[in-house]
């Protein structure tokens, strides 16, 4: 297990936040007046991952170069918690030849063959990759992980229980981590699944799952350092449900109504000033490093921004580039 | 039996899941599984004529499947079942809540589903009435072990007044730990340690304990209570408790199961008994306060922590000592026993 450095994990955090505040107004800026998700410079679905940075930090603060991780259609705070490189992240999002994968994958499907990381819409889809990673990593006999993160809702799928058997079966070192944020985007997980914690279902395929509360990220920092530990010992899979917090819509331009009483208190419950809060405490963080750390990470975001904005789109020469691996 | 009598339950939904399933070998206690303990204390307290029993409400999905079973054909054997109307906040404040509704209500014994933590909650709150606890935590140092079923006789006998309480129920020592405002109870322990935070609550790790405050320390216990239990023995029963001061230079080395599966080896610089209405000091100069194995709060090097232990805890049902009277009374006898 890494040794706990709190103010990494909170700058971490704060970093996460400034770039999805960032896009939530860049995504927003041009679909007006008439809401038009096909507008502007950042088309198409948006699913913003404030809220839920403890989960990414938490976790991705035992992973080093070499681990994988697949991450389901809110993708961002894993992916810059893992190494992936903002600027060409960036420009994924905005279409642009510079991106990930050129432009042609966008928000949902950033895929970082450098850091392991890949995302994609398909609800479950990473549960049984993040296995074959696994595998992989377990035939080459190094002691890398595998990390595959879903939703609560994803864990209804048959690909969930089908990995978490192979999984078990061949002790792989994956960790399967839910982000239970309360909605299936607009359902609740009462009224989808039958066991009131996801955390119990390891159960049935003999591995350990933890039900980690509270969006801490220090909590989660310490079971999924518990479980990354087990992983690279050979002692095979996990399961993290972190209960989280998700603050903005399930996707841009979601109105929430389903979410009732809930949306009045969502800010009260925001995970990052809660945290600079316990810091202060400790006598580990002040006003001025407050400042200074949002001023760096806006700085960075800035230039991502910049970086996107400025590069060329892909043009039509290249539609049929990069179709078949 | 007289139909009478309303027994309250409190279940919590958040034990058996926590990071010791990762670090030692903690079992799993899944909702389904508590759900299914309390079906069968159901059965257990209509057996003997509870007419009503009272179960908190919780988002865990323990209230939930009760109200759902509630309407089917395996609720005939229980009594009527009635869940107290509160907000959820998913803390233990929700406990605290129900259980003053419970008392409010008039139940005659409280049936506790949970670890040592959910136990000093409900110990807080429930006053005079009785307790029985049934395990669901990791270490469970506090609950005796017993089949549920069981549990819901025993309770629904006290609870129906078929049993005197004073003859089947013993006051359990506690230990009140103060630090300026600050002020917790444990049924089991309180222990002082080297972390900053409460991150994921537990103490597994013993080179983090500093000091820990036993009520009691029975040797077929595991968790930080196992310490005191391989040093000196301390019943439930004993007028005191212990004291233990981890570090060096060492006066006694144990090795003592810390966790389910989990060994530690502690080094003892000091320990004593503890005398009850005493009150010590924490030696520790900075660190938290954890509470039935549970980290609770931070303290600073102008905090001082002081613990004192005290007679005055739940009045817990000794289950097996309220069957063992029941049967030679016949309590549970259909017809006359032949001599």
Redo the contacts between chains.
Sequence with gaps: MNPLNRLDLYKEMVRIRQYESRILQEYHADKKPAWDIGAGLIPGEMHLSAGQEPAAVGVCAHLRKGDAITAPHRPHHFALAHGVDMNAMTAEIYGRDTGLCHGKGGHMHLFDPENHFSCSGIIAQGYPVACGQALAFKRKGTDHVAVAVAGEGAANQGAFHESLNLAALWKLPVIFVIEDNDWAISVPR?HSTA???N??R??GYGM??????NN?V??V???AG??ID?ARAGEGP?LLEIHTLRLFGHFEGDAQAYRGADLDTVHDRDPIPRYAG?LK??GELSDEQIASIAAEATTEVDAAITFATSSPSPTADDALLHVFA | MPDVGVVGIVANPSSGRDIRRLVANGAFVTTNDKVNMITRMLAGLRSVGVSSALSMTDLGGISASLADLAKGPASKAWPALDFVDQDITQSPADTTVAVHAMVAAGVGAIVVLGGDGTNAVVAEACGNVPIASISTGTNNAFPRSAEPTVVGIAAGLVAIGALDARDVTCRAKTLTVRSGERRRRALVDVTITAHASIASGAVWDSSTVREVFLCFAEPHRIGLSSIGGHIRTVRRGDPFGLYLRLGRPTVASVRVPLGPGLMANVDLAEFGELAIDRTMTAVTPFGMVAVDGERAFRFDPDDTVNVTLTADGPRAIDVEGVMELASARGLLARTALPP
């Design positions: 009462s066991n009131a914690s955390a119990d390891a159960a350990p799952g933890v039900r980690i509360e801490d220090e909590a920092f310490e079971a518990a479980a087990r996990s316990v405490e400790l």
